[in-house]
């Protein structure tokens, strides 16, 4: 370890100064002091370095915008921001809980699915459709990504649907014979 501090605010366990290694990486600083957790926005954190704007790190080193932070060192005095995840997935139809859930970055559509208490005897879980916000594009599976915003349909399953039919269907039966008991017809 060196003297040179680096300081972490936001959704972090141990906010404030940290003791920084030679030549470390943004990416290795988080992991060693722990600073990541599942509330952290991931997708957009800052580095704040002197007098300057801040800059967005890109947690993922996938080559869209921003500072790679497995390549950036850090210097001495610098301030990395990592907000809290303030967007929601919505999930809705035939599942127990139907409302919002945090967003969390890596999550697919089933782990939403999952946590608004789907099942495989109420919804079709081979029928689950993702709604992008921001293309407005439906995509359909299980296993892929979710986008903040993005709404998660899930279909009721044949079963459900039979069930539903049946029981509506007996209930206007009931109806036509108790209005021909009456002599209504």
């Keep these: ?26 990416l290795d600083f988080l992991h060693r002091i722990e600073a990541l957790n599942r509330g952290s926005d991931l997708q957009d954190f800052f580095l704040v ?15 869209t915008e921003g500072l790679p932070t497995n390549a950036t060192r850090l210097e001495n005095g610098d301030h990395i921001l990592i907000p809290a995840i303030r967007e929601f997935v919505y999930v809705q139809g035939a599942v127990q809980k139907p409302g919002n859930f945090p967003y969390r970055v890596g999550y697919k559509a089933i782990d939403y699915v999952g946590l ?62 108790a209005a021909k008991a009456v002599g209504a017809f």
């Excluded at 501090?5 to 030549?23: N, R, S, T």
């Excluded at 370095?49 to 080559?63: A, K, Q, V």
């Excluded at 279909?155 to 039919?165: P, V």
């Design 116 to 177: 608004a208490g789907a099942t495989a005897e109420t919804g079709s879980l081979e029928n689950v459709k993702i709604i992008h916000r921001d293309s407005s594009k439906t995509e359909g599976g299980l296993y892929h990504a979710v986008r903040r915003g993005d709404t998660i349909v899930v279909s009721a399953s044949s079963r459900t649907k039979i069930t539903q039919l049946l029981a509506i269907s007996s209930q206007i039966a009931t109806l036509l014979i």
């Design 1 to 26: 370890m060196t003297d040179k501090l680096a300081y972490v605010d936001g959704e972090v366990p141990f906010p404030g100064p940290h003791k920084i290694a030679k030549d470390e990486t943004v």
């Design 49 to 63: 370095r002197g007098e300057n704007p801040p800059i967005r790190l890109n947690f993922f080193g996938d080559g």
